[in-house]
């Protein structure tokens, strides 16, 4: 068993921490939700797991009759998408295809000033869900919703290229939904706090305010968070798109992945919502990307289908020390050391993100060894961030 059990007064915790550091706050955190009464069978934590807003990064909450809108969190359909390309390392130049990418995608809170092609070609279909997610919460209108399709967005979110155990070049990009799904996010967040309050709910944790199943406000959340989970999907296929385009060189292999989400799934003979925060569908033959921080190596898995994890594994490294603690510890002579021989910022803007920040990625695959397997180790050539 490579997992260790604890019980907290709920439904058990299982946390696949071995060789990894958790702090015992997030362990806190997660045994908060064990306690809910809708929790089905257990919570699971994934080795990348930290304490988050709202609810525990790295988490696998499957519930029965409710959601919980902090247990997706503000970030919306997060995830990853990885194209495998023709080209080899002696193909490419970093510095000049960090330019190049940096003049096509908009980083950090930028848009796109005009509106790419393909966007208004599937514009419309989007528009309809947003009108309709807009007619029951008016507030989550955001002036960029078309406009930041195919845009990065800030914090951890990234444009990397990489070559693989063979010198294939492959570009990974990790952005989800955007300042809309941001919207919805909190904005539902919200909803749910005042609901519970209104209900005269008894919450250890208000950030654990839900949305019982027989509510309009579960049907009309999980109605916008889909939606959100689609426009993340769109958004990280036109900025592939853009990346591919530059490269001139077609996609051999493309697997993308949500890892901010809530779906319906089958486990032990019923069916539940299953919600991750931080955390792979890792369904057995199921392809998923693990990203390391921005000096480790990264690792495109095969999944297990480990039950016991409600199929699931962890999403990247996962931060040790929080962005502020991360700014205090470290200088930009650390991080220039820490990124030596990738094209990437070295400027103090990014000391938040840098790998001393981040746990071990190699110690986070080996706690998970029987959730998924390597299929591909793939080493950062440049890694954009904003």
């Known amino acids: 068993m490579s997992f260790q059990v604890r019980e907290l007064g709920g439904k058990p915790l299982k946390l696949w921490i071995d060789g990894v550091p958790i702090e015992e706050e997030a362990v806190q955190q997660l045994g908060r939700v ?6 089905y069978k257990w919570v699971a934590a994934m080795p990348d797991c930290h304490f988050g807003m709202g609810a525990t990064v790295g988490s696998v909450i499957a519930t029965q009759g409710a959601v919980i809108p902090a247990a997706i969190g503000v970030d919306v359909g997060c995830g990853m998408r990885a194209v495998r390309t023709q080209l080899r390392g002696k193909d490419i130049d970093p510095k000049q295809l960090r330019a190049k990418i940096e003049r096509r995608v908009p980083v950090g809170f930028d848009f796109h000033k005009n509106i790419h092609r393909d966007v208004k070609d599937s514009w419309p279909a ?13 507030g989550i209108k955001h002036d960029h919703v078309a406009a930041q399709i195919g845009t990065l967005g800030g914090g951890n979110h990234f444009i990397e290229v990489s070559l693989d155990e063979t ?12 300042g809309v799904g941001n919207k919805i996010g909190v904005d539902y967040i919200r909803l749910a706090k005042d609901l519970c309050k209104r209900w005269h709910v008894s919450l250890e944790d208000p950030n654990l305010s839900f949305f019982p199943q027989d509510a309009q406000e579960y049907t009309d959340y999980m109605y916008a968070v889909n939606w959100a989970q689609n426009y993340a999907l769109k958004n990280r296929e036109i900025m592939m798109q853009f990346v591919m385009e530059i490269l001139d060189t077609p996609a051999e292999e493309t697997i993308d992945c949500h890892h901010n989400y809530v ?10 919502l299953l919600t991750r925060k931080g955390a792979v569908s890792a369904k057995a033959g199921e392809m998923g990307i693990i990203p390391g921080s921005m000096g480790a190596r990264s690792y495109i898995v095969r999944g297990l289908g480990n039950p016991e994890s409600f199929n699931s594994c962890s999403h990247g490294a996962g931060r040790m020390m929080s962005r502020s603690q991360a700014k205090k510890t ?3 002579e650390d991080h220039a050391k820490a990124t030596a021989g990738i094209e990437c910022r070295k400027d103090t803007g990014i000391l938040d993100e840098t790998p001393g920040a981040y746990k071990s990625i190699d110690a986070v695959m080996a706690a998970q060894s029987d959730l998924c397997e390597p299929v591909h180790t793939l080493r950062q050539t440049l890694c954009i961030k904003g």
């Open 167 to 178: 010198d294939h070049v492959w570009v990974v990009i990790h952005s989800g939904s955007r």
């Open 263 to 272: 779906t319906m799934e089958h486990h032990y003979g019923t069916n539940v």
């Open 126 to 138: 989007i528009e309809v869900g947003y009108n309709h997610i807009l007619n029951k919460m008016p």
């Open 34 to 39: 064990s306690r809910l009464p809708f929790i």
């Open 330 to 332: 470290f200088t930009t």
